[in-house]
């Protein structure tokens, strides 16, 4: 297995994008992605044209939509669906995000903390929490500067209470890609943990939870219990347990680059533990936890400490 | 070329969130669909009722300040948004969900644009919804017109 770059937030023409599918299929492959999602605004129109483009120019496009309701958007990938997105309310949205993953797609939950009406109506989550906790995936980060400002840490802190009662949601990204972005500002990438881009393995990935968000920074992470490794999102055996991490540059990441990283911290139920972290150099720490386990790297970007990825996490113990 | 819809429409604010459905009939089988759509005002160029308004929403959704003053001026003006969606008597046939107050649409078998599918433009009950995403003037005129045909 392997970690493949993805962006699974984007649109196109066929919604409010400025792309053809045609050339954000174009645009992605300039910019390094493994594989792409396709999630215009209610609508799989563009799907066909995309998907097409990718098989012809090398690029796994995976058909989706965004389902922009009136109380909060979701990114639902994998093109099975018939749930149509006028029919999803506040009372049944826990059933509709069942019925799209009973077909096998998955479903995120899409910036539910950007600012919503007036400017931006339905993009902030005004559905109960607790009837979202079936979704396989949470942008714990989204669109531009996303390890910055109030939205991304009320994200990560929601998403964090969520695995702190138990839920098992792994973290992605969205690009939330409108436009072609030739110099684009900060912005980062999804990591998804499979043994091909392929659409079927991508999807694998993500309903496994191996996945990462990150700014600049390649992480190798595993957990190893018991002489075996495990990736991130696997539901760990009993016994001592070792995180091993390793960090390197992602050279082609076009906003600026980190500078150097200052330190790791692995987040359980029992709280917080910093290691030191380099680029190019491994780290290894024994650590004990009974429910889940994630890994936040730091380094020095822009002139200042930010936090620059965070794993999904591994879990233990039975499933809430 | 045989129109069989037109009409203007009034939302107002009670309308936020809602889905206003047009029904209309098609009274036989055509090659093509054409659709205009728009609506007006699309802005509030009021700043000061602009900044409440998201000064107030933004505690209301986040608790704290997501933005100064100064970046939620530059988010002036405030517009409407509304999405339109189609049904054939067939079933769902997409959706146009994109920030212009003026849109135009050609549907038939072998094609269509601007978020809907190709389909086929068949006899019988068609309908055509205009989700209301954000209103923020005190009403909204659609003004729309279906013709089928060639």
Request: aromatic share 10%.
């Amino acid at each position: 297995m392997r970690y493949f770059r993805c962006e699974l937030h984007t649109h196109t023409t066929l919604s409010d994008g400025r792309m053809t599918p045609e050339e954000l299929v174009d645009r992605a492959l300039e910019c390094g992605y493994d594989a792409i999602a396709l999630t215009d605004h209610n609508t799989v129109a563009g799907v066909k044209r995309a998907v097409k483009a990718g098989k012809e120019r090398g690029l796994t496009v995976i058909p989706g939509i965004e389902w922009t309701t009136f109380w909060g958007h979701f990114t639902v990938i994998g093109g099975k669906s018939d749930v149509l997105w006028r029919d999803i309310t506040p009372d049944n949205v826990d059933g509709m995000i069942k019925r799209a993953q009973s077909t096998g797609d998955i479903v995120a939950i899409a910036h539910p903390r950007r600012m919503g009406y007036p400017l931006c109506s339905g993009c902030h989550c005004d559905y109960d929490i607790g009837k979202l906790t079936g979704a396989d995936n949470y942008e714990v980060w989204s669109h531009y500067y996303p390890n910055e400002g109030v939205a991304a840490r009320q994200q990560k802190e929601q998403w964090y209470s969520l695995l702190d009662k138990g839920h098992r949601i792994a973290a992605v990204y969205g690009y939330d890609w409108h436009s072609r972005d030739d110099v684009p500002p900060s912005y980062a990438y999804t990591y998804v943990g499979a043994e091909s881009a392929s659409e079927r393995d991508i999807l694998t990935g993500l309903k496994r939870g191996a996945t990462y968000i990150t700014v600049g920074v390649e992480v190798d992470c595993k957990a190893v219990v018991g002489g075996k490794e495990y990736a991130i999102g696997s539901v760990l055996p009993e016994g001592e347990t070792q995180i091993k991490l390793s960090f390197r540059k992602i050279e082609d990441y076009r906003s600026d680059k980190p500078s150097r990283l200052t330190k790791a911290e692995i987040r359980t139920e029992k709280g917080v533990t910093a290691l030191p972290a380099e680029f190019g150099k491994q780290t290894t720490a024994e650590i004990s936890f009974s429910r889940y386990c994630t890994v936040s790297v730091y380094g020095d970007r822009k002139r200042e400490e930010q936090l620059l990825a965070i794993t999904s996490a591994f879990y233990r113990g039975g499933r809430k | 070329m045989r129109t069989v819809l037109e009409g203007q429409y009034v939302l107002t604010r009670k309308d936020q969130s809602t889905h206003y459905k047009i029904p209309f009939v098609v009274p036989e089988d055509a090659e093509k669909m054409y659709i205009a759509v728009s609506y007006g005002p699309k802005y509030n160029y009021d700043e000061e009722y602009g900044v409440a308004l998201i000064r107030e929403n933004m505690m209301k959704q986040a608790g704290e300040p997501l933005m100064s003053e100064g970046e939620m001026r530059a988010k002036l003006p405030l517009d409407n948004h509304l999405s339109f969606s189609l049904d054939s008597p067939d079933g769902p046939v997409g959706t146009a969900h994109r920030s212009s107050n003026n849109q135009n649409f050609t549907i038939c078998a072998e094609s269509a644009d601007g978020g809907f599918y190709p389909c086929a433009i068949k006899k019988g009950n068609w309908v055509f919804t205009v989700s209301v995403t954000c209103i923020i003037t005190d009403q909204i005129t659609v003004s729309l017109k279906a013709e089928v045909g060639e």
